[in-house]
């Protein structure tokens, strides 16, 4: 038996999930396409042999859909997700949650109500082959105890993070979820500052601390040109660990020594979706998800808050979340 799939958006990111399950997850095999853009919900489901469904509403109450993917504007996820949540489906929603900790938080007490976890949020970097064996490195014990984190996320450029607010929610939140994952730890303060002063404050350097004393530097910067960059270096009280370059060859052709730089998050992250989606497809089908909770998702988008509160400041802002419902104890 396949999981039957619904996506909803079926843009860049959606394309690709589709795609990605076609080609790599044989547990899954995707159903239906809802896209705001007939023409795109139809260049995606046509070489899946997927329908083309006239609303939202309709692919999640569809009965030949078993569980759903949203990756539809930020805008759009969390009523989405609350109405699948209302149809007893699982739902893998691509991240942000939300677009405020409130309306985040919403999804939490809708799907608390329901008694069971049926959401993962697409923070696909916990998958990621390279981010996994990082981690690997602060539990084992090898760096130590952890003192600092630099993190680096560069954009050649974005049609989605396209304001000061929506770079933090849309493009660092891998990061404010990324490092609490990454330490076992809780992210209690952010500082977000910009050398650009007029326009898009592109790029952008938050000062993250954490519960656990660790300190952290994270720049993003979307409109970077040159290609697609995310980097991340541990440093602890005996030794350090970073993600080594995404390419496994370097080459040294006409006077140039090098690896090539990835164009966007599709061909970066292709390992990290892949497993994202056939971990979520197996677990949909035995009925349960472990991964990325609505409280991560509630949490990543308090910090975010924080972050976009701290770039109107200039202030060091706090973090404070809400009470922990014990479904994601
Ligand atoms: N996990 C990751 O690494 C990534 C996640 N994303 C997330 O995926 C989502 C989609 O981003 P992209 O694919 O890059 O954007 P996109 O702009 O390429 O695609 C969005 C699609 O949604 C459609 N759409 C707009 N309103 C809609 C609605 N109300 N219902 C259904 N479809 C609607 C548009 O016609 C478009 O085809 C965003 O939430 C973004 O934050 C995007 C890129 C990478
Ligand atoms: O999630 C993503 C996009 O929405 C976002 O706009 C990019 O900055 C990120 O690198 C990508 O992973």
Known sequence: MSLRVGVIGAGAMGADHIRTISRSVPSARVSAVYDFNTDTARAAASPVGADV????????DSTSVDAVIIASPDRTHADLVRACLAAGKQVLCEKPLAVTADEAYGVVEAEV?????????G???????????LKRTITDGTVGDVRLVHAIHRNASSSTSTDDAGLITGSMIHELDTIPWLLDDEITGIRVESPVVDGFRDPQLATIWTKGGVMVMAEVFVNAGYGYDVRCEVVGSRGTASLAPAE???TRVAGVDGVPVRDDFVAHFADAYRIELSTWADEALAGATTGPSAWDGYVANAVAEAGVASLASGAREPVTLRERPSLYA
């Not at 469904?53 to 999640?60: D, H, K, M």
């Not at 109500?113 to 949020?121: D, E, P, S």
């Open 53 to 60: 469904v006239s609303s939202a509403e309709q692919l999640i």
């Open 248 to 250: 496994a060859v370097s």
């Open 123 to 133: 923070f696909m970097r916990r998958y990621d082959p390279g981010f996994v064996a």
């Open 113 to 121: 109500v329901g008694g069971r976890r049926l959401l993962q949020v």
